[in-house]
């Protein structure tokens, strides 16, 4: 079978977007098979076109304005549906966040999604909780068995967990917990609930919520943890960004040590993955003659790992754009199993050009203060279940950290403090080493009340390679920013901007100039004095909200031989 198009006697006219070559184009990709085929020298009808083609193959001309017939144009119309716009979904706290928690929305009709938190059945109404995630509150729902849907309550269909759709009108609410509640007109289950849902009413530990970490963000203290993460990473670009600061995305592989402590995950492609992990033999890693790891048959062609930091990337951008910041994941291999370490954490790393450590220090001051200021005046339902659940005071605490001045002394004066404490410690003191978590906390909460403190001008033997060496030559332009209940939130630098000071400091630290040839070029060419900090993100969060845990302080929790999830 054929279908032989004559040549045409009128002028093809067609609607944009397709032109002539486009058709041609379109008719070659939907080319029939050989058995079945199409002369085309000239087209006169599209529409005769699609009639010839098997039907599986004219799908292209739904979206095709139709052609001209009977050598006459006519007006067309596309068969194309338009993407439908984009709404913000109406959520339980745009019907219970305002200053009155409702009252003015009384006899309005609503629409209410969300999961089951618990359900009540009584003689004559039953009482369903459901939230959204939008906030701590719940929406309580009131359904008598005369609304549409009750049969889902009595066959058991609605259960904690369950995910529901829920119309009724906002009324007054008879009881005292909250103002208003919802007289359900309608409710339709839209995803069951196995009785097996390990969230009940009773409380839970939090060591058992880590082993359910795809069901905790349901429960108050996980969803709450959730939301003002969200607000401080909105006030952390909120304020560099007001402040004049380009965000940079660095790389999460690199062939650097930022910190020059070889705590990194290595990524290979040498472990062959062709089947199960488990099954990679170790003789198909391929060996140089000496018996060792032949790096250059690897991906990169050398060692490559997970990045501890992205400072190194983030100077680079300074020395261009002036003042920048990166906010990202990064990784520690450190076989660590307290409460204050995670091998996946993200981070916030600004860098000042033409910046010394005091500009460093104000930077840091300020930001902290910017952002516990927001989540104090935007998280208050949230902060208000932290300060009552989880660390009582701990508004007070926060709202010190505003209106305080942050306290600043040097390593110097902070280890002849710690000496002078009527306090034993477990870690003891002496010039020059590293303070412990003890030692910060008691310096910020007992020496000084509760106010942010400032160490500065550290011993390098104990510093990173890249801070600044002072004149004295024994300490680096470094500082280290303590709050009360963490102690180190905040470390910082004035980075070493001279050549000959920085290829010294490698060389004492026996690291590999060679790896770090693109840092030590941003020095030869139009170096500046330059400075930023680092801050561990679930630290902050930790801070916020007062969880001791800080794997409580991320949604996925990575740590020693816990990947889950």
């Known amino acids: 079978m054929a279908v032989a198009l004559s040549p045409a006697t009128t002028t093809l006219r067609l609607i944009k977007p397709f032109s002539a070559t486009a058709l041609r184009r379109l008719y070659i990709f939907y080319k029939p098979k050989p058995f079945f085929s199409i002369s085309l020298p000239t087209i006169s009808s599209i529409s005769s076109v699609a009639a010839a083609l098997p039907l599986s193959r004219r799908t292209f001309c739904s979206v095709i304005p139709s052609a001209i017939s009977s050598g006459e144009a006519t007006k067309t119309e596309t068969l194309e549906k338009k993407v439908g716009e984009f709404r913000k979904k109406n959520k339980i706290v745009d019907i219970k966040g305002g200053p009155d928690e ?16 618990t359900l009540r059945i009584q003689s004559s109404v039953t009482f ?15 359904m008598s068995s005369d609304a549409e849907g009750y049969d889902q309550v009595e066959s058991g269909l609605i259960s904690t967990g369950a995910s529901a759709w829920i119309q009724g009108t906002i009324v007054s609410s008879q009881g005292s917990k909250q103002k208003i509640e919802l007289k359900v007109e309608k409710l339709i289950t839209i995803g069951k609930s196995d009785p097996s849902f390990p969230i009940q009413k009773k409380r839970v530990s939090r060591e058992f919520l880590r082993t359910k970490a795809h069901l905790r963000p349901r429960t108050n203290t996980f969803g709450a943890v959730a939301r003002v993460r969200n607000a401080l990473s909105y006030a952390t670009h909120r304020f560099f960004q007001e402040n004049g600061f380009v965000w940079i995305s660095s790389p999460i592989v690199t062939a650097s040590d930022c910190e020059g402590a070889g705590e990194q995950f290595c990524v290979t492609t040498l472990v062959p993955t062709s089947g199960e992990p488990g099954d990679s ?3 198909a890693i391929p060996k140089t003659e000496d018996g060792l790891i032949d790096w250059s048959k690897d991906f990169f062609g050398k060692p490559a790992f997970l990045t501890v930091s992205g400072q190194l990337n983030a100077e680079a951008y300074a020395t261009a754009l002036t003042d920048v910041y990166t906010f990202g994941p990064t990784f520690r291999a450190e076989n660590s199993n307290t409460s204050r370490h995670l091998a996946e954490f993200w981070m916030i790393e600004p860098e000042l050009a033409f910046a010394d450590l005091d500009d460093d ?9 910017y952002v516990v200021e927001y989540i104090l005046e935007n998280c208050k339902e949230d902060m208000d279940f932290f300060n009552t659940w989880i660390e009582k005071g701990i508004i007070k605490r926060l709202s010190d950290v505003v209106e305080k001045k942050f ?3 040097t390593y110097t004066d902070a280890v002849e ?34 106010c942010p403190v400032i160490i500065r001008d550290y011993p390098k033997e104990i510093k990173a390679f890249y801070m600044r060496q002072n004149n004295d030559g024994k300490t680096v332009a470094a500082m ?46 139009g ?14 969060v930790q801070f916020a909200t007062g969880i001791e845990n800080i794997r409580d302080a991320i949604p996925f929790p990575r740590s020693p031989g816990s990947a889950e999830f």
């Open 417 to 450: 403090l710690l000496l002078k404490a009527k306090k034993k410690f477990e870690f003891p003191v002496q010039w020059g080493c590293d303070l412990q978590s003890e030692h910060e906390r008691y310096i910020t909460e007992e020496e000084f009340g509760g």
């Open 361 to 369: 220090m104000a930077c840091a001051a300020a930001y902290l203060q």
């Open 527 to 540: 170096s500046v004095p330059h400075a930023g900090f680092g801050l561990g993100f679930e630290r902050l």
């Open 281 to 283: 033999p170790v003789n």
């Open 128 to 142: 369903i909780e459901v939230n959204d995630g939008s906030c701590l509150s719940n929406m309580q729902c009131v």
């Open 407 to 409: 306290v600043q002394l």
């Open 102 to 117: 409702g009252l003015n929305l009384v006899g309005e009709t609503v629409v209410v999604k969300g999961w089951v938190r």
């Open 480 to 525: 280290d920013m303590l709050v009360p209940r963490v102690g180190e939130l905040i470390g910082g630098s004035q980075r070493e901007e001279r050549l000959d000071y920085l290829e010294e400091r490698l060389a004492e630290l026996k690291l590999n100039k060679e790896s770090y040839w693109w840092y030590l070029d941003l020095r030869r060419y």
